[in-house]
Each structure stands twice: as structure tokens, then as C-alpha cells.
């Protein structure tokens, strides 16, 4: 009991009133505690991971093995899984050429080259012009056997080249790997897509908020109008005639003046509002007066 | 006559030696009143005929000097960054059209210190205390108290009303406890909030389904489930896999919870935590299978979505507030009328700030700046 709960306790006490110290106290050890304490943090939530992964598999798998309602979509899921699991430790990908020297027919090397990395002939003849020890072509193939084509091809023209990989670790960031082929060319474009439902979204929740209901519904339809149109180069054409004495109601002006006013106060009473609530439920937190985070009452 | 000789001879001697001495004559002292150390203020003369000046650094670990930048002209008061503690040297060259070295000269070397109190922060200090002082004594008055009035938040008191909801129906409960990490008070509070609503389900043998994007979260969201079924005596209804890990994929995740929302077709939904896109995505899903949802979070740009797609939002302040209306705990309420007293303090010196800026008095806003 001791250790599950009084000492939580004490390091969040003694932990938060440091961390909250140095902030006021510039000099170390003081100095850069926050830089490591976020560090610490994010050491320990990486092994926390395989705990994620393990609940995620189990909770996934079971719904597969069932036949639960979706359960093809847990497949999916699973399945992605080892899938990025795999390429990601054991099937790299990621085969180029390393020129040692590009031999007597060079205008059929850097035409040949220009083609597989999508680039000017005159870049890569300036490119290729000082080799050294050897100069990797820009262009990964995810199989050794489509590496080798290149290879037979520049290699029967007389250049000297060598098929190499990509070391562990660089597969992950570069194209050309089967990990960045999973991260490029699906998850992407999921990601993307998932994104792109936020306009319907938006388009589906404005609808509802500017119904007019009541008066503050109104106001809020005036408003968001004002702000739409006066963002717009048609806000300016709209009301570009109006006299001089009229120019407060201009629409890109008075969509700044709604902006800039009546919104910044709103705004700033609820990040005052916030801001006193992290301090109040910090507090709480430190002091222990808050326990309810670690299981208690 | 001899004594005209004499000054001539002086004046010779002096141009002659003067170059010697370095006319560039570069100062380098740190620069004042800087909490934090580290910066150097650097000065040095002009030098005739000089087409730019390049500055060197070393410091007295280094052999070589490590070039930093070049002038074309020498400003007054260069500012330049070493380590706190390390003796450093600074070089500085003119140099002419030809790339000669005119003339180099070395400074002194300077070493910097980190203040033990960054005085900068002097006022947020006083403001801590003082914030902490009040806050904390209203927690031991809390005590004393019969009864402390807070003003209701319709947000909280559907709470109980939507978890009822969802048990008439049959339906289980969702409660989304943000997409960030343990590391943000935001998920503190959502996984605080979510004790709470777990004690409700427990009460009234609700479904209660938690998914997670963190799997610290995960853990902590797990224990705390588990103490409130413990705590309402319904240690039966509990199962861990109530709380499950998605992904930390924001997205991702978006995508798995609306898959749950849409499948499952939960009555009631939670969404308290920190949020970011995702909250409309997550929100208007709830909105269309025709769930209570009840959303909060102290993220300020998402707070519009929850308001337009929820049927409550607790807002800023009263997100955080939440669990010490729903926990009823006296020492947590006291808490709550403390951080009402500081936020009516700051009222009034916003008023005062304004009152005193539109009479020209600037006084008072200096009193923050420093």
C-alpha cells in the first residue's frame, strides 16, 4: 500500500515543485530539466508501446478468431500490422547502384540515368562529372532483381557500377524501401482521406449551428457571413461604392473589426478560463489533493 | 623649441606604437542583467581602410579559432552566445579589399553566468504565490464549510442523465479521454472525468467502452476504471478490455472510433480530453447515429466544433473544473471557489488596465512587463 500509494505521491510532489522551480531558476541544474524530464517522458512511453501493440493484437485477433461483427476490418488491422512490422525489421528493400565510373559511352549513361531518377541529362552529366570513390544513383528498386536490369544495362555499356542497400535505419525515411511504400502509398493517402472528411464536416456542423433559431443563431449566421465574404476579394467589390462616412461598413473592414474585437475577447476570456484551470487542477495534482488519476478516491 | 621636439618625438612614438597596441581595441564583457547568461556584448574600433571585419571565437578547451561571422561594418554592442561558465576569447580581424589582414586584435577572455532567479520572472513568481496562497486556502476553509455554492453546469449534470440514457436503451457508453499522452493536464483531466463516469456505468450495469490512442493512457485509464467498479462495489462489471489501445495515429484513430460509433451504435458519448482536427470528425459521427454526447477540452480552436456537433460542451475552465463538481469532494470544490476568487482579481485588473491605458497612465501595464 505503501509504495502504490504514498510514494507516487511524494514523486509527484517533489517532481512538480522542481519542475515548476526551474523555471524561475535559469542556472543548472535547473536550466534544461524540462528538456530531459520531456525526454525521460518519451523513453518511457516508447516501451509502453509494446503494451499498446500487445492490447491492440489481442483485443483485434480475438474479434477475427469470434467472428465478431467487423471482424474484417480487425483483420485488416492485424494484418497491417505484421505487414509494417516485417518491412520494417526484416525486409528493407531499397537496392541502388553505386557508380565507380561511368566508362566510354557516357551520353548513354546519363541518358539512361536522366530516365530512372526523372531528372535533366545536364544534371546528372554535372552530377556524374566527379565521381570520387564511388556516387550512389538516385533511384532505390524495392527487389535486387530490379536493380540488376540497371546493372546489365549500364554495365554492358561499359560503366562500372555496383549493386549496394540501403543500411537499417535510412529504409524507413527513404523512398524506393517497402516501409516507405506501406508509409507513402497507403497509410498517406488514408491519413489524406480521413482529413478531407473534415470539410464535409465543417460543411454538415455550419449548417446546423447557422440555422436561425434563436437570436444568438442569428447573430452567429450575420457574423460568419460577414467574415466569409469580407475574407474574399468579392467583400471589397461588394461594398467598394460606399461613401466615405460608410467605410466602417466596408466588409473586409468590418470583418477585421469582428475579428479583431468582439472574437479576440471571447477567445481570451476562455484561454483565461483555461489557463486558470491547469493551474487549479496542477495544483490539485501536486499537492495530492487530486488521486483519482492513480486509481484512487 | 626643444620642448616642440619633444611632443614631435612623443607624437612619432605614439603612431608608431599605437598599431601595435591594436586599434580595434575589442571589449567583450557579458551582457547585463541577462538571467539566463550565455550572451556576450563585443565592441571594437573601426579600422581605416578595412573592406570588413571577421569575428573568432574560442574557448580556452578549443586550439583553433572558430570563425562566427562577418561585418561589413562594426556595429556597437555585438551580441554573441558562448557555454555558461567556459573562459571564452573573442578575435576580431580587419580585413582589406586584398583579403590582408590589417589588423587583428584578442579580447580579454569573458566567461558567462546563469542567474540563481531569472528577476525577469519576478511578477509570474509573485503571481504563483499568490494564486497558489488563495487556491490553497480556500481548500482549508473547504473544509470548514457546510456548504460551498458553485453555479450549475448543464454540461455536468447531463452526465448522469446520459449514462441513464444509454441503460434504458441497452446501449454502451464511449468515452473518448483525448489523443495526447499523460504528459498534457488535458488527458490528466479527461482520465479524472472518466473515474467518475465509470463509477455512474458501474451504478447503473451500463457497457462502458474507452478507446485510447497512448498506451500510458491506456494503463492509467485501466486502473482508474477499475477502482470505480471496486469502489461501487461492482467489481464483476469490470473487464480491462473495457480500455483498449488504437493507435497514436491521430487519424488513425479518428478512423477506429467512428468504426466503433457507427458498429456499435453507442447512446451516449464522451469526449473529454485533448483534442485537435479529429474533434469534428469524432463529434459529427456521434451527432448522425444520434448519440447524447457530452464533449470538453481546453484546446481553444476546438472548442467551436464541440459546441456546433454536441449536445454539451464544457468549456475551458469548466472541463477542468468537472471532476471536483462530479467528485463532490470539499477540499476539490474548495479549490474551485479559489480559482473563481482569481479569476474575479483578474477581472478587476483587466478593468483597471483599461481604465488607466485609456487615461494615458502607463504605469500599471509596467508593472507586468516586468
Not at chain 1, 528498386?141 to 557500377?161: D, I, P, R
Not at chain 1, 511504400?181 to 446546423?208: E, G
Not at chain 2, 482508474?224 to 480491462?240: A, C, K, M, Q, T
Request: with cysteine; proline share 4%; glycine share 8%.
Amino acid at each position: 500500500m505503501f509504495l502504490k500509494r504514498q510514494v507516487p505521491l511524494a514523486i509527484v510532489f517533489i517532481v512538480g515543485v522542481i519542475m515548476l522551480l526551474s523555471w524561475f531558476i535559469p542556472h543548472e541544474p535547473f536550466a534544461n530539466l524540462e528538456i530531459h524530464a520531456t525526454q525521460w517522458f518519451d523513453i518511457i512511453a516508447s516501451f509502453a508501446m509494446i503494451l499498446g501493440a500487445l492490447n491492440l493484437l489481442k483485443l483485434q485477433g480475438r474479434k477475427v478468431i469470434r467472428r465478431q461483427k467487423g471482424w474484417f476490418y480487425s483483420l485488416a488491422a492485424v494484418l497491417g500490422f505484421f505487414l509494417t512490422l516485417t518491412f520494417g525489421f526484416f525486409f528493407k528493400g531499397g537496392y541502388y547502384l553505386e557508380v565507380k565510373d561511368v566508362g566510354p559511352n557516357a551520353p548513354y549513361f546519363n541518358q539512361r540515368v536522366s530516365e530512372v531518377t526523372h531528372t535533366e541529362i545536364d544534371a546528372v552529366e554535372r552530377a556524374f562529372s566527379k565521381i570520387g570513390k564511388g556516387k550512389p544513383i538516385n533511384c532505390n528498386f524495392y527487389t535486387h532483381g530490379g536493380a540488376l536490369k540497371l546493372y546489365n544495362e549500364l554495365s554492358s555499356k561499359g560503366a562500372v557500377v555496383e549493386i549496394k542497400q540501403l543500411p537499417w535505419g535510412s529504409h524507413l525515411q527513404e523512398r524506393g524501401t517497402f516501409y516507405s511504400w506501406i508509409f507513402y502509398s497507403i497509410f498517406t493517402p488514408l491519413t489524406s482521406t480521413m482529413f478531407a472528411l473534415l470539410a464535409f464536416f465543417v460543411a454538415s456542423a455550419s449548417y446546423r449551428a447557422f440555422k436561425i433559431r434563436n437570436l444568438e443563431a442569428t447573430i452567429l449566421l450575420a457574423a460568419g457571413i460577414i467574415i466569409m465574404i469580407g475574407r474574399v476579394p468579392l467583400g471589397a467589390y461588394l461594398t467598394g461604392w460606399l461613401p466615405s462616412w460608410l467605410q466602417w461598413l466596408h466588409l473586409p473592414r468590418l470583418q477585421e473589426w469582428i475579428y479583431q474585437y468582439p472574437n479576440a475577447a471571447g477567445a481570451r476570456a476562455i484561454m483565461i478560463g483555461i489557463g486558470l484551470g491547469i493551474v487549479g487542477t496542477s495544483l490539485r495534482v501536486i499537492l495530492g489533493i487530486e488521486k483519482s488519476f492513480m486509481g484512487e478516491k | 623649441m626643444k620642448r616642440n621636439g619633444f611632443f614631435l618625438i612623443l607624437g612619432m612614438m605614439i603612431g608608431t606604437v599605437a598599431p601595435l597596441l591594436g586599434a580595434l581595441d575589442p571589449v567583450a564583457v557579458p551582457k547585463e542583467g541577462d538571467p539566463e547568461g550565455r550572451v556576450v556584448v563585443l565592441n571594437a574600433n573601426p579600422v581605416d581602410q578595412a573592406f570588413r571585419y571577421d569575428i573568432f571565437q574560442k574557448s580556452e578547451e578549443e586550439q583553433d579559432w572558430n570563425f562566427i561571422i562577418s561585418y561589413a561594418h562594426l556595429d556597437k554592442d555585438m551580441h554573441f552566445d558562448i557555454d555558461n561558465g567556459v573562459p571564452t576569447r573573442f578575435k576580431v580581424a580587419a580585413i582589406d579589399k586584398d583579403l590582408n589582414v590589417l589588423e587583428e586584435a584578442v579580447t580579454e577572455p569573458v566567461i558567462t553566468e546563469a542567474m540563481w532567479f531569472n528577476t525577469k520572472r519576478i511578477v509570474r513568481f509573485i503571481t504563483m504565490i499568490l494564486f497558489s496562497g488563495i487556491i490553497l486556502y480556500y481548500i482549508r476553509k473547504a473544509r470548514q464549510m457546510k456548504e460551498i455554492y458553485l453555479r450549475p453546469i448543464a454540461g455536468l449534470k447531463a452526465f448522469e442523465e446520459a449514462v441513464g440514457r444509454a441503460t434504458e436503451m441497452g446501449k454502451s457508453v464511449l468515452y473518448v479521454p483525448g489523443i495526447m499522452d499523460l504528459d498534457q493536464v488535458e488527458t490528466i483531466s479527461g482520465v479524472i472525468i472518466l473515474g467518475h463516469v465509470a463509477k455512474m456505468t458501474a451504478r447503473y450495469e451500463a457497457s462502458l467502452n474507452v478507446p485510447v490512442s497512448r498506451s500510458l493512457v491506456m494503463e492509467a485509464s485501466r486502473e482508474i476504471v477499475h477502482e470505480s467498479y471496486l469502489s461501487e462495489g461492482r467489481p464483476d462489471l469490470f473487464n480491462p478490455d473495457m480500455v483498449h489501445y488504437y493507435t497514436d495515429d491521430q487519424f488513425a484513430f479518428a478512423a477506429a472510433v467512428d468504426g466503433i460509433m457507427l458498429r456499435e451504435k453507442p447512446a451516449a458519448v464522451f469526449l473529454q480530453g485533448k483534442f485537435y482536427a479529429e474533434s469534428l470528425i469524432l463529434a459529427e459521427t456521434g451527432n448522425s447515429i444520434g448519440a447524447i454526447q457530452i464533449a470538453g477540452t481546453g484546446s481553444p480552436s476546438q472548442i467551436p466544433f464541440f459546441v456546433t456537433a454536441c449536445d454539451y460542451t464544457l468549456i475551458g475552465e469548466e472541463f477542468f473544473a468537472a471532476s471536483a463538481y462530479l467528485g463532490k469532494d470539499p477540499k476539490l470544490l474548495g479549490s474551485i471557489k479559489g480559482q473563481d476568487i482569481i479569476k474575479g482579481a483578474i477581472m478587476i485588473t483587466i478593468l483597471l488596465g483599461v481604465i488607466f491605458e485609456s487615461l494615458g497612465f502607463t504605469f500599471f501595464k509596467d508593472i507586468f512587463n516586468l
